[in-house]
Each structure stands twice: as structure tokens, then as C-alpha cells.
T-cell receptor, first 114, second 113 residues
Framework: DTEVTQTPKHLVMGMTNKKSLKCEQH?????MYWYKQKAKKPPELMFV???????INESVPSRFSPECPNSSLLNLHLHALQPEDSALYLC????FGQGNTEAFFGQGTRLTVV | AQTVTQSQPEMSVQEAETVTLSCTYD???????LFWYKQPPSRQMILVIR??????QNATENRFSVNFQKAAKSFSLKISDSQLGDTAMYFC??????????FGAGTILRVKS
């Protein structure tokens, strides 16, 4: 099983809404990631959790708040977003440091902020 | 900071032919990992192939193979017997200690019938 599952697949939200994106993996990976991707551009790293602790925050605005409840789950809480935050949000997990390094992505959440 | 450079914004190839996508990277580390990902129009990011820097042997996965030149910091992807389903954006990515997975700008590959 090399699956990373993200929900929802699509999300439309107003600028005053609060919503959450969810990500789940059962490969035993201990690193999980959030990326933001605009069309025809590479993914931009937002956050990295390593062994359930936030290890990298790429100076992301505080309207994005990550959470890692356990080793299989990763959430991204959204509040007071701007239209320019509309993008594809990708979750990934990796087994870096666990022997056979691999990194897999979920299918993404297409977020539109109106 | 590590950087990944893909110098070919777009490429095209005839069906059944071979194409090579280029990637160079910069790092001062000796242990790291390199990946090629495919992103078709569905925008699902699919792992195509990976290479550990400490392994001298080039990775292969069916029609996909890499030419890893550690001294030159080069990691090219060769696709043999190209198929229409290979049409996608291809990203080269780099990971070193600290778990940071960094991507190149991508190459759009179009396979023509």
C-alpha cells in the first residue's frame, strides 16, 4: 500500500470561513509534508512534520495552521484565507531515515477562496 | 540551501522513441536522495523513480532509467519506448538530511502519435 489519502478533493471557501484539510497514510512513514502548488509551477514546501513534531515551517502565514495528531494523520487548518491562497494543496509522506527512502503524494485538495 | 535546476521547460517526442530529461542540483552533502515525479493533467504526483546518492548503480524502473553523475551533480531521466500516457509535467526532486524535499521547475513532456 503506497497510498496517501487526502480529503476533501475539492473545497470552496469564503474569506471568513474556517476549514480543515486532512491527510492520512498507513505506510509507517514518520515524515509528513504540506505543499502548495499553483498551476504549471512546482510544489512549494509549507510544513514538514518529523516524528509528529513540526520540524520545518517555510515562513507560512499564520492563517495556515498545521497539526499532526498521530503518526498517520496530518491536518491543515485554514482561517481567513485570501483569494491568492487558491491552489492545489498536496500532502506527502516519506520514509527518510527509516532505511529505504521513498516519498509519496496524495491526490491533492483543489482549494478555491472566494 | 540546496537547489534543483531543470533547464528544459518543454520537450516533445514521437511515440515509441526515447527522450531524456535533464536535471542538475547543488548540495554540499554527501548523502541524499533524488527523485523523478510525473504529474499528468489530473495533477496526481506520481513517483517514477528514485536514486540514493551512495549507490553508484543507476536506478531503472521498466521503461524509465536514470543517468546519475554524482561528481557533476546531474540526474537525468531517460524514457524509452515513449507512450501517449507519458505526457505529463516531470519534476526532479532532491531530499537530504532534515527531510526537506525540494523540486525543480519542471519539464512539460508531450508525446506525439
Amino acid at each position: 500500500d503506497t497510498e496517501v489519502t487526502q480529503t476533501p478533493k475539492h473545497l470552496v471557501m469564503g474569506m471568513t470561513n474556517k476549514k480543515s484539510l486532512k491527510c492520512e497514510q498507513h505506510m509507517g512513514h514518520r515524515a509528513m509534508y504540506w505543499y502548495k502548488q499553483k498551476a504549471k509551477k512546482p510544489p512549494e514546501l509549507m510544513f514538514v512534520y518529523s516524528y509528529e513534531k513540526l520540524s520545518i515551517n517555510e515562513s507560512v502565514p499564520s492563517r495556515f495552521s498545521p497539526e499532526c495528531p498521530n503518526s498517520s494523520l496530518l491536518n491543515l487548518h485554514l482561517h481567513a484565507l485570501q483569494p491568492e491562497d487558491s491552489a492545489l494543496y498536496l500532502c506527502a509522506s516519506s520514509s527518510f531515515g527509516q532505511g529505504n527512502t521513498e516519498a509519496f503524494f496524495g491526490q491533492g485538495t483543489r482549494l478555491t477562496v472566494v | 540551501a540546496q537547489t534543483v535546476t531543470q533547464s528544459q521547460p518543454e520537450m516533445s517526442v514521437q511515440e515509441a522513441e526515447t527522450v531524456t530529461l535533464s536535471c542538475t542540483y547543488d548540495t554540499s552533502e554527501s548523502n541524499y536522495y533524488l527523485f523523478w515525479y510525473k504529474q499528468p493533467p489530473s495533477r496526481q504526483m506520481i513517483l517514477v523513480i528514485r536514486q540514493e546518492a551512495y549507490k553508484q548503480q543507476n536506478a531503472t524502473e521498466n521503461r524509465f532509467s536514470v543517468n546519475f553523475q554524482k561528481a557533476a551533480k546531474s540526474f537525468s531521466l531517460k524514457i524509452s519506448d515513449s507512450q501517449l500516457g507519458d505526457t505529463a509535467m516531470y519534476f526532479c526532486a532532491f531530499m537530504e538530511y532534515g527531510n526537506k524535499l525540494v523540486f525543480g521547475a519542471g519539464t512539460i513532456l508531450r508525446v506525439k502519435s
